[in-house]
Structure formats: C-alpha cells, structure tokens
C-alpha cells in the first residue's frame, strides 16, 4: 500500500467516542498500529511510546521504578493529567489519580491511540493533557501466535493469542507473561540516607546499590461475542521493584504488588429500536500493597509530637533498628452504566450522545512503625513490630466513595464537501467536588485532496484525587477537602499536506493555560505540606511529523517537538525533555529479512527551582532489529538491541547527587510461531 492509502484506512476511536478517519478527527493524534511497534521489538506500553511526537516517559517522581507519561510537557505529580484507557475504559488509579504501570504487555492489541491535547469533553476527568487508549484485536483480525523473548537484565516474555469463531458466536484470547530483571549496572552510589548517615554519623544506608525497577506480570485479555452482545474480561496482576525507594532510600529487598481485572459487558440496542445505540455496564477491581521500608535499620530520624518524621520541629531523635516501615495497601472498585447513541440518519450531521453513571469506592489499608497511633513523639529506640491502623483516624487515608453522574452530545456537521465542523461538550456532576462542564471545537478544512488544516479548541478538568482531599496522618503531604478541580484550555492549528502520495508532513502549533493546579505548600501552626489550588501553567509548542514511503521496501519517518511551558512565577517546568527528535528507518532488505532502526534525541532536562544544580545534558538513544521469515515454516526470529550505543544519561532527583542511570544496552531474541 502507498503512504496515502495506509493514512486513509486509519482509524481513531478514542477522540469522539466512535472509530472515524484520523484525518477527520477533531485532536492531534498519532495512531501506532501493532506492525510499527512489531517490527522495533516493543512488547511495552512504555516502550512504545518513545519516539511518539510530544510524548516523553519519565520516572514517577523519581522515586520507584514506575514510569509516567508527559504529553506536551504535562503529567501531574503522579502521571494523574493523563489518562489511560483500554478500548475505552480508563484505568488510572482512583487514590491519587495517577497513571498505571506502562509496563503494560502489548501481545493482543493492535493499535495505540495517543490523542495529545484535552479530552474531557468525551472522557471527562483527567483527560487533562491527553489520552493513551489502547484497543485490542477482535476475533476476526486476530492470529493465531505463540510469542518468547529472551535477554539479557534476565527478561523473558512468553505469550499465546488466538481466536475461535462459530456460527453467531466467538471469542479471542491473549494470554502472556513477562519478567524483566533490571541492569545489574544501573547502580545508587549514595541515597538520601547517604545524606542523613553523615549528619546523625550512623551506617544505615544500603548504598552502593542496585536500582531495582524488575517485575514480573500475568497478563489475560478474552473477549466474547454472541449475536448482539459482547463481553470483555482483561486481567494483569504482579510484583515490582521499588527503583530507589520511596523516598529516594533505597530497600533493595522491597517489592510491590498489584494486581487490576475489568469486566465489560456491551449490547447492542438495534432490535429495540435505538439504531446504532448500546447499553455498556463495565465493573474495575484494583488492588495492590507497597511493604516499604522506607529508611533502613539502623537509622535514626528526628521525630515530631504527632510520631511522623519531622526536620523542623522534632521531639525526640529515634534509632529504628529494623528500619522506618510502612505498608499501605490501596483496594479501589469503581463502576460504570452508560448509554451511547451514534445517529447517522442526518444528511450533513453525525451526532453522538452519551448518558451515564459511575461509582468509585476505594478502601486504604496501613500498617507501620511510625505515625499517630504508633509513636508519642517522646520515643528514643524503635522496633520494627508494626501497628495495624486501618479503619482508624491514624490511618494515612480514610474509606472514601463518590459517585459521579456525566452526559456528553457531540455533532460532526459537514458544512459542505471542504469543511466539517465538530462541537462537542460534557456534563459531569460528582458528589464530592461539584459539577463541570467541558466543551469542545473542532474546525477541519480539507482545501484540496493534499492540504487538509485543523483548527482545535478543547476545555478540560482533572478532579481532585481522594489523596489530595482526605490524605491525613501523612508525614509529607496532606489534603483539603475544599479544593477545586483543575482545569485547562487548549487552542491547536494542524496543517497536513501530501507533497506527493508517498510523502507526507504535517506542524502543529498549539497553546494551552492550566489554572488551579493543585500543589502542596506549608501551612502556618502546622507541619507537613497542604493541597491548596495555586498553580498555573502557561504553554505553548511545535511539532512536525514527516513520513516518506520511497518505495515498497522504504519507509522513513521523523519528528521533532518543542515545548515552553512556565508556572505563575515565570519558572520552566522540570522533569522532561522541551526539545525531541526522532528518525525512524525501517528497510525490507529481501523477501523475508527486516532492518529497523531508531534513534531519539533528548534534550535537556530542566531541575526544580529549588535544585541549583546544572540541567541535565542531552543525549540519543537508539535501537535497532533485524528479523528473519523462515520461507518452509511461519516462524519469525529476530534480533533486537536497545540503547545502541550505551548511553549514560539520567532521569533527574532532588535528592540524590548522581540523579537515576536509564538502563544500559540490552540485546533480545524472539522468534514468533504462527499456528
């Protein structure tokens, strides 16, 4: 297929609700279909979004070995301003609102929609910067696959997708599991405890060590459909490493646990009338356990009046012998009925409508050495038996509930054969923090067969967490049960042009200003830091994309983005790259051998306003694949190497001196069977 036919068979869902050409969706949108990942050796979520136009993966804040998604400069603390979806049913954490694990295994999906701009008057919250929806094949695209890597950092990957299909019924199933050891090399040689054994003149730190961002995971996808009805069940449940430690200290014998399972089921409403219309109930039960130790044995801390940790207003000084432990475990259920219509029947409108409601319920558990409850304050000694506070008021996070009741109405009006405009809005009504309503305007002209320009306005929100409403007993941050939800409004101009049916480029120019931000800041007569709303963010950026298909062997693409953001006080944003560049080659050497390469350009990283240090330097990370089709047998074996050329860059810290190492270069096998 030329370049021009494969843009015009791609297909978005995640922008409006309902599958529609990329060129006529109303975002800046990059589509990833499963043989652009296939063929540079990804089976991550995370993997795959590197070198995707605006978008940067970076350790959550630092201080363990998950990953969160920046969209155009913006994530949130915990990756909570982006949101996550599978085949349309968000999956961020509903505590803190964070993003989930990206080492999400890619094995039964075929596209990625990454939509780079608001999009809550579809989704609702937190679809703040953008939205990641990954959907998966259906039964009828579906290959039969057996699937093994193996390399080094002691990764191995093992998976089976397939489908069967009768007369009015069928199902499809992926099943796969995945262990990833971590560079033995990517090595702590001091931590934050480092800092404290100098001025308490102790030993405690577990310094020189290994940053541990291993895991191993079990992941199953089934999906089931007869006649008008469909049901879904998709599964991932693990372990993990804590990368440096919670608190920049590491506890290289920690390990987390999580586990997330949804059940959707969908029916189509035709027979009763409602035309293209279908009733969806889905079900979400998360759950997972983080046992940190959060400082070692042996360390000893200044302790408050209230038995938290506390650097200015200490009561006693204690010697922890077994360690500064707290294990929080976090169970979060949350539901959804909704009702959605597409109407076709309009000559020049295509409208769609959405009714719905959803109940989140999240029950915290806790135990620990440390805190109200456990500690007067007055302590000189510290053991490591833990106390029970769950369901008490000493507990870090009480049982919360809310419910919230949403409608959104889009139209895509075709003014005339040039131009369709788009508008589109939601209603969402919470129990906890008050109603919003979030717009959407969406103007595309397609001037000629070649040149198509978008003009995009988006309003978005993201609403308060339970963390940051009704976190208490916490030694660092607390929440405010007064705060308002943040919001964000973005202005985009896309210009697409055809410069012949192999080569194409488009720019995008957009702005955004996020107000009521919510950050944590002292507050007078008490300790710990407060949830307030005070931020800003002001915005602005460029992409270019540019994809030339010389030939049926050939197809190059490349990239670069540039973003300015600042907060109210005029200070650029730390954490991400503002300036990236991407040059992808893939060549069809013969027949049955492949060639991939990849290289991605980083720029400099800025550092929080109070870290005097210089930003951290720029580099290029590459990788590259061959792969081999055996011509007697479907089988598929393949080499690929990850950080080419071992590159010793960093993601920043605040506390730690010598910042975090990415990982060094990694080699794997695959061979794939297809049965």
Known sequence: MTLEELLDVSLVSAVTGYERAL????????????????????HTLSEALRGVVGVQTSLLNGSNSERQPYIRGLAGSFGQQVKILIDGIAINRIHHGGSPSLDIPLLGFKRIEIIRSAGSATYGADAFAGIINLVSEPSGEKQQKLSGVIGSFDEARIGVSGAAIYT?????????????????????????????DSVFATNASRAPGKFDSSYDQISLNLKANWRDMSLSYYG???SFGFGAGVAEVLDPEGEGHHHTQIIDAKYQLDKLGLEDAHLNIWYQDKHSEFPFTIFPAGAVLPIGKDGNLDFANPTSVALFTDGYIGHPSNRSEIGQINLTQVINQFKDHQIRWQVGFEHHEHKPGESKNFGPGVLTGTETVVTGKLTNVTKTPDAFLPEKSRHIYFVSIQDNWLIS???????????????????????????????????????????AFRAPSFYDLYAVNNPINLGNPELKPETITTHELNVAYELTENLHTDFTFYQYAAKELIEYSPKENMTGLHAKNLGSIDGEGFEWQLRWRPNAQLDVQANFSRVNNEDSLGNSLAGFSEKMATLSLNYKMASNINLNLFSQYYGKQNREVSDVRPSLEDYIWSSARVSYQFESEPIELSLTVNNLGDEKAHYPSASIAEDYPIKGRQTLLQLVYQF
């Open 236 to 238: 991932l449940t693990g």
């Open 23 to 42: 060129e006529s969706a109303p975002a800046s949108v990059t589509i990833l279909k499963a043989s652009e990942w296939q063929v540079k050796g990804v």
């Open 168 to 196: 009015d019924f069928d199902i499809a199933y992926t099943l796969q599991y995945n262990q990833f050891g971590d560079d033995p090399n990517r090595i702590m040689k001091a931590d934050l405890q480092t800092v404290l």
């Open 417 to 459: 054969e040039d131009w369709t405009l788009n508008l589109g809005a939601r209603f969402d009504d919470y129990s906890d923090v008050g109603s919003t309503t979030n717009p959407r305007f969406g103007l595309v002209w397609q001037t000629t067969d070649k040149l198509s320009i978008k003009a995009l306005s988006t309003k």
